[in-house]
């Protein structure tokens, strides 16, 4: 070897501390990193992985690097490619990481499933099809459409069950967000079997009971269905079943450790159990995902675990450095932190105890700004010309530089100061400071699609907090996208033109009804063309486009074909293409966005001024992809008879999404349906 990791250190003006030297030359056995904040872990990860690489001849493929976000994985892998690179500059050496196992624990859980060299009987087991959060959703939702009325449930006795505090709602959103919640702590616990049912308390009965249903729904026809949480319980069912899973990796390695859950631990200490080379990373003070699982335990008694485990104690060097902020931000920071006692009334202690975080700086200026006591007027306007300030004085290039951290975003507090901000002339992009469709372009958007497709009236079955708020929202959409069309004449044009093709659309498939029923048929009948399409196409006062489609030679094929293969088409389908309109949703978004109002949004971001409209453009186009993608893919017969509003058909408006935490805002998605 050319070069040490003295010299590689030298190259890249690293200098690590005692504690950093030592993680970095640890190489066998299980190691314990408490990282304080600021202290430099992540490089430690990286020098610590390059060191095992480069100088002690562990192939990329045998290491296991975990971490919390796909960003932070990003991150790893760009850094440990860019100190290779340095490596190979000396030695000519070449280093591949294609086929490392570096990233977030459910991509590389997707990974081990998918693997043919992991399976038993090394075939390429077929991949799951994996519901991120919003999918998962929709599943649920046609899950308990389905499940509840075998138990006699409705969503307030799923809110009853699930939901923690005295309030229960009757909400079907909040019944399928609390249901998402106790499913997915289910399976990161680990609570996969039968007996669990026989011995739980009458509470958990029917949350256990409804739980086994909905991972037998997960199952379909085209092969299995999972969601993140499942995702690991299968890959934990897999190691369990590889009598040599345990030597998979000469070395795990595990950053953000404290966000653990119950069954990562069992996966990690598991893919080490040969090697015993497990080395965990992280901070229990800032554990943050308890609610959605994380264990901190997990990382405070890692100790004990390697004993249960490995019969082996880890090795402990405490990362207690903090290079990011100055003395009196640490100082307090470990005062504020040892004012309350940790310990746990059984024995042992909620946090490790003993960390003396210390500061590298011995800057000892003011760190903390106060704002005077007041108003919140005063507040934000004070808050405002500091910002002013900063921007002006060039103490920030980016103004993006300055980050505003709230307990939530959906307060009073958030929106008078980011009202505070563009008074002042700065530009703030922050959806989820409300409910993402109620910003600006959601309400141009959408307020476009109601003068299209036509709001749904409000219907006296339905009721609630939400419900009112979702027509008081039409009606603000609706009124926007008037004062749109009288600024553009040519958007004007294009809407009543759109208009008039849902209308057209919808007295087809009324007039096609009409003649359907006088001949005695029935929508749920076989197609049989020799009978039934000569009289369609006879329909009095169907539109030219409608004949068209009935008499389309291509269709025929396709009507004939189906009949060969025994698998005929009914009378309904044949309806609803005859009268379906030739564009869907996310078309008219596009067309829209071509017009002025819009355009001028798209140039905005191209000069580099503001980016936010067009970003929340970006999203909207995106949920209206993913609703798609569920439910249809055209305009047919369902959406236009309700929209019509003929014939005692009833619009049902739904709350499909109301809330989540890793998209931006949220969203409210409306279904037309027949009312039974």
Same mark, same amino acid.
Request: proline residues 4%; contains cysteine; aromatic residues 10%.
């Given at each position: 070897?050319?070069? +040490?990791?003295?010299?590689l250190?030298?190259?890249s003006?690293?200098?690590?501390?005692?504690?950093?030297?030592?993680?970095?030359?640890?190489?066998?056995?299980?190691?314990f990193?408490?990282?304080?904040?600021?202290?430099?872990?992540?490089?430690?990860?990286?020098?610590r992985?390059?060191n095992?690489?480069?100088f002690?001849?562990?192939?990329?493929?045998?290491?296991?690097?975990? +971490?919390?976000?796909e960003?932070?994985?990003?991150?790893?892998?760009?850094?440990?490619q860019?100190?290779?690179?340095?490596?190979?500059?000396?030695?000519?050496?070449?280093?591949?990481?294609?086929?490392?196992?570096?990233?977030?624990v459910?991509?590389?859980?997707?990974?081990?499933?998918?693997?043919?060299?992991?399976?038993?009987?090394?075939?390429?087991?077929r991949?799951?099809?994996?519901?991120?959060?919003?999918?998962?959703?929709?599943? /649920?939702?046609?899950f308990?459409?389905?499940?509840?009325?075998?138990y006699?449930?409705?969503?307030?006795?799923?809110?009853?069950?699930f939901?923690?505090?005295?309030f229960?709602s009757?909400?079907?959103?909040?019944?399928?967000?609390?249901?998402?919640?106790?499913?997915?702590?289910?399976?990161?616990?680990?609570?996969?079997?039968?007996?669990?049912?026989?011995?739980a308390d009458?509470?958990?009965?029917?949350?256990?009971?409804?739980?086994?249903?909905?991972?037998?729904?997960?199952?379909?026809? @085209?092969?299995?269905?999972?969601?993140?949480?499942?995702?690991?319980?299968?890959?934990?069912?897999?190691?369990?079943?590889?009598?040599?899973? @345990?030597?998979?990796f000469?070395?795990?390695?595990?950053?953000?450790?404290?966000?653990t859950?119950?069954?990562?631990?069992?996966i990690?200490f598991?893919?080490?159990?040969?090697?015993?080379?497990?080395?965990?990373?992280?901070?229990?003070?800032?554990?943050?995902?308890?609610?959605?699982?994380?264990?901190?335990?997990?990382? !405070?008694?890692?100790p004990q675990?390697?004993?249960?485990?490995?019969?082996?104690?880890?090795?402990?060097?405490?990362?207690?450095?903090?290079y990011r902020?100055?003395?009196?931000? /640490?100082?307090?920071?470990?005062?504020?932190?040892?004012?309350?006692?940790?310990?746990?009334?059984?024995?042992?202690?909620?946090?490790?105890e003993g960390?003396?975080?210390?500061?590298?700086?011995?800057?000892?200026?003011?760190? !903390?700004?106060?704002?005077?006591?007041?108003?919140?007027?005063?507040?934000?306007?004070?808050?405002?010309s500091?910002?002013?300030?900063?921007?002006?004085?060039?103490?920030?290039?980016?103004?993006?530089?300055?980050a505003?951290?709230?307990?939530?975003?959906?307060?009073?507090?958030v929106?008078?100061?980011?009202?505070?901000?563009?008074?002042?002339?700065?530009? /703030? $992009?922050?959806?989820?400071?409300?409910r993402?469709?109620?910003?600006?372009?959601?309400?141009?958007?959408?307020?476009?699609?109601?003068?299209?497709?036509?709001?749904?009236?409000?219907?006296?079955?339905?009721?609630?907090?939400d $419900?009112?708020?979702?027509?008081?929202?039409?009606d603000?959409?609706?009124?926007?996208a008037?004062v749109?069309?009288?600024?553009?004449?040519?958007?004007?044009?294009?809407?009543?033109?759109?208009r008039a093709?849902v209308?057209?659309?919808?007295k087809? $498939?009324?007039?096609?009804?009409?003649? !359907?029923?006088?001949? @005695?048929?029935?929508?749920?009948?076989?197609?049989?063309?020799?009978?039934?399409?000569?009289?369609?196409?006879?329909?009095?006062?169907?539109?030219?486009?409608?004949?068209?489609?009935?008499?389309?030679?291509?269709?025929e094929?396709?009507?004939?074909?189906?009949?060969?293969?025994?698998?005929?088409?009914?009378?309904?389908y044949?309806?609803?293409?005859?009268?379906?309109?030739?564009w869907? !949703?996310?078309?008219?978004f596009?067309?829209?966005?071509?017009?002025?109002?819009?355009?001028?949004?798209?140039?905005?971001?191209?000069?580099?001024e503001?980016?936010?409209?067009?970003?929340?453009?970006?999203?909207?186009?995106?949920?209206?992809?993913? $609703?798609?993608?569920e439910?249809?893919?055209?305009?047919?017969?369902?959406?236009?008879a309700?929209?019509?509003?003929?014939?005692?058909?009833?619009?049902?408006?739904? /709350?499909?999404?109301?809330?989540?935490?890793?998209?931006?805002g949220?969203?409210?998605?409306?279904?037309?349906?027949?009312?039974?």
């Open positions: 070897m050319s070069i +040490t990791l003295e010299q250190w030298e190259e003006r690293f200098s690590p501390n005692p504690s950093q030297f030592e993680a970095i030359n640890h190489v066998d056995g299980p190691l990193l408490p990282a304080g904040p600021g202290s430099g872990k992540t490089r430690v990860l990286l020098w992985t390059v095992l690489i480069v002690h001849g562990v192939d990329p493929n045998e290491i296991f690097l975990s +971490t919390f976000t960003k932070a994985a990003f991150q790893l892998k760009q850094g440990l860019s100190l290779l690179g340095l490596v190979t500059n000396h030695t000519n050496q070449p280093y591949d990481l294609s086929g490392m196992f570096i990233g977030t459910h991509s590389l859980c997707q990974r081990l499933i998918t693997d043919r060299k992991y399976s038993p009987d090394k075939t390429r087991p991949r799951p099809h994996v519901l991120d959060a919003l999918s998962q959703y929709f599943h /649920v939702s046609r308990l459409r389905e499940a509840l009325p075998k006699e449930f409705d969503h307030t006795t799923i809110n009853r069950l939901s923690r505090g005295d229960v009757e909400s079907r959103n909040n019944a399928i967000n609390n249901a998402i919640n106790v499913f997915n702590r289910f399976s990161e616990d680990c609570l996969q079997s039968d007996d669990h049912i026989v011995s009458d509470l958990i009965v029917p949350m256990l009971t409804l739980y086994k249903d909905y991972r037998s729904s997960l199952v379909t026809n @085209g092969g299995v269905m999972t969601d993140f949480s499942l995702l690991q319980a299968e890959a934990l069912d897999l190691l369990e079943c590889h009598p040599e899973s @345990g030597s998979f000469k070395h795990v390695i595990v950053d953000e450790y404290q966000d859950n119950t069954i990562q631990e069992r990690f598991k893919l080490a159990a040969q090697n015993k080379n497990l080395c965990v990373v992280g901070d229990d003070e800032q554990a943050l995902y308890r609610f959605r699982g994380a264990t901190v335990e997990n990382f !405070v008694e890692f675990r390697c004993l249960t485990y490995f019969d082996l104690a880890p090795r402990e060097i405490p990362l207690n450095v903090n902020s100055r003395r009196r931000i /640490v100082d307090f920071y470990s005062q504020f932190m040892d004012c309350e006692n940790w310990a746990k009334p059984q024995g042992g202690a909620y946090r490790l960390k003396n975080i210390q500061s590298h700086s011995t800057d000892s200026a003011v760190s !903390v700004v106060a704002t005077t006591p007041g108003e919140r007027t005063l507040v934000n306007s004070e808050i405002t500091l910002v002013t300030s900063l921007v002006n004085e060039g103490k920030v290039q980016d103004p993006n530089q300055i505003f951290l709230f307990p939530s975003l959906k307060t009073e507090a929106r008078s100061m980011k009202a505070s901000l563009e008074a002042a002339g700065h530009l /703030v $992009y922050a959806p989820r400071a409300g993402f469709l109620e910003v600006d372009e959601s309400i141009d958007v959408f307020g476009l699609f109601v003068e299209i497709l036509d709001p749904p009236e409000k219907n006296g079955d339905f009721g609630g907090k $419900y009112d708020e979702f027509h008081e929202w039409l603000t959409s609706a009124a926007r008037r749109l069309m009288r600024e553009d004449p040519n958007l004007k044009r294009f809407v009543a033109d759109r093709e209308e057209t659309a919808t087809d $498939y009324e007039l096609l009804l009409n003649r !359907v029923e006088k001949e @005695g048929w029935n929508t749920d009948d076989i197609f049989v063309p020799e009978t039934m399409k000569k009289v369609l196409l006879q329909t009095a006062g169907i539109s030219e486009k409608a004949r068209k489609s009935l008499g389309n030679a291509y269709f094929r396709i009507i004939r074909k189906r009949i060969e293969e025994g698998n005929p088409f009914k009378l309904g044949v309806m609803n293409a005859a009268s379906s309109l030739d869907n !949703v996310l078309d008219l596009y067309r829209l966005i071509g017009f002025d109002h819009f355009k001028r949004m798209l140039d905005l971001a191209e000069s580099g503001d980016e936010g409209p067009t970003c929340n453009l970006a999203l909207i186009s995106g949920y209206i992809a993913r $609703y798609l993608d439910f249809t893919s055209i305009l047919v017969r369902h959406l236009l309700a929209i019509g509003r003929r014939r005692k058909i009833k619009v049902c408006t739904a /709350v499909l999404h109301r809330e989540f935490d890793h998209i931006e949220s969203l409210i998605l409306v279904t037309f349906m027949p009312r039974p």
